[in-house]
């Protein structure tokens, strides 16, 4: 079963992902199933590795200060474009100590769900990160936040 199913986790949630991006029918449900099953065979040809969680009472709490942040974040930008405030876009670049992959794909994905803020590049030489901000009045923050909220939890949980 392995060998036609080798992530099977992730066979289940990109079929009912997809049965909930499109409507229920037993034609999308095929065709979600073919959409996993050939994603699965991709990732065994990618050979991920496997993280490695070392402190999983961290997550719950990382969720919730996300959340938090992307509730704060939308807030922000929302009342920065209603109040018609004037911005300045600014990049900041960040070092940052972390080299796990796993935990820099999850710091990416943190970042670019928080409204006012995107992932622009990270140089693996020297361990930088290029942020993209919505205002330079918050350049100071966005870099606080990364390093010492995202970041630190980040590699509680992985290293």
């Given at each position: 079963?392995?060998?036609?199913?080798?992530?099977?986790?992730?066979?289940?949630?990109?079929?009912?992902?997809?049965?909930?991006l499109?409507r229920?029918?037993?034609?999308?449900?095929?065709?979600g199933?073919?959409?996993?099953?050939?994603?699965?065979?991709?990732?065994?040809r990618?050979?991920?590795?496997?993280?490695?969680?070392?402190?999983w009472?961290?997550?719950?709490?990382?969720?919730?200060?996300l959340?938090?942040?992307?509730?704060?974040?939308?807030?922000?930008v929302?009342?920065?474009?209603i109040?018609?405030?004037?911005?300045?876009?600014?990049?900041v670049?960040?070092?940052?100590e972390m080299?796990?992959?796993?935990?820099?794909?999850?710091l990416?994905?943190?970042?670019?769900?928080?409204?006012?803020?995107?992932?622009?590049?990270?140089?693996?030489?020297?361990?930088?990160?290029?942020?993209?901000?919505?205002?330079?009045?918050?350049?100071?923050?966005?870099?606080?936040?990364?390093?010492n909220?995202?970041?630190?939890?980040?590699?509680?949980?992985?290293?």
């Amino acid at each position: 079963m392995r060998r036609y199913i080798p992530y099977p986790l992730l066979a289940l949630m990109l079929t009912l992902m997809w049965l909930i991006l499109t409507r229920f029918s037993l034609g999308n449900l095929v065709l979600g199933l073919v959409v996993a099953l050939v994603a699965s065979q991709v990732m065994v040809r990618l050979q991920p590795s496997k993280p490695r969680i070392r402190r999983w009472s961290v997550i719950p709490k990382m969720f919730g200060i996300l959340g938090w942040d992307i509730i704060k974040s939308n807030w922000s930008v929302a009342w920065a474009i209603i109040s018609n405030k004037k911005r300045n876009p600014h990049l900041v670049e960040i070092p940052l100590e972390m080299r796990d992959p796993t935990a820099l794909a999850l710091l990416a994905i943190t970042i670019t769900a928080t409204p006012g803020t995107a992932w622009v590049e990270y140089r693996t030489q020297d361990g930088r990160l290029l942020l993209h901000v919505f205002d330079e009045e918050e350049e100071g923050y966005w870099r606080r936040v990364v390093k010492n909220r995202y970041e630190a939890m980040l590699m509680e949980v992985f290293e």
